[in-house]
């Protein structure tokens, strides 16, 4: 299983940027995909998750401005950015929980990152 993520880049202050996250191989299902983040020094944080019900969770510090989104068919999740502030520059970073058949356990998978810098 890979997932793999894009859509990082250099964008504005108040710009808007659209990750996406593709999970790919043998998939049976994923319970949750998640949009983490990583600045230089600090730890890394969860940004935005969704469950495969459409719940979704937020860090208050992009409540408002960002939204997650899955389209369960192509196991993807997106993460509108809006409203972009220099302190959501960081690395992202895709999870999935998930299980490759009905029998086996759930596991965590990691996609490889995607920078985010917002600057003038």
């Known amino acids: 299983v890979q997932l793999q993520a894009s859509g990082g880049g250099l964008v504005q202050p108040g710009g808007s940027l659209r990750l996406s996250c593709a999970a790919s191989?043998?998939?049976?299902?994923?319970?949750?995909m998640d949009w983490y983040r990583q600045a230089p020094g600090k730890q890394r944080d969860l940004v935005a998750m969704m469950f495969r019900s459409g719940i979704t969770n937020y860090a208050d510090s992009v409540k408002g401005r960002f939204t997650v989104s899955r389209d369960n068919a192509k196991n993807t999740v997106y993460l509108q950015m809006n409203n972009l502030k220099p302190e959501d520059t960081a690395v992202y970073y895709c999870?999935?929980?998930?299980?490759?058949?009905?029998?086996?356990?759930?596991?965590?998978?990691w996609g490889q990152g995607t920078l985010v810098t917002v600057s003038s």
């Open positions: 191989g043998t998939i049976f299902e994923i319970t949750t």
């Open positions: 999870h999935a929980v998930l299980r490759t058949t009905s029998s086996s356990p759930y596991f965590n998978y």
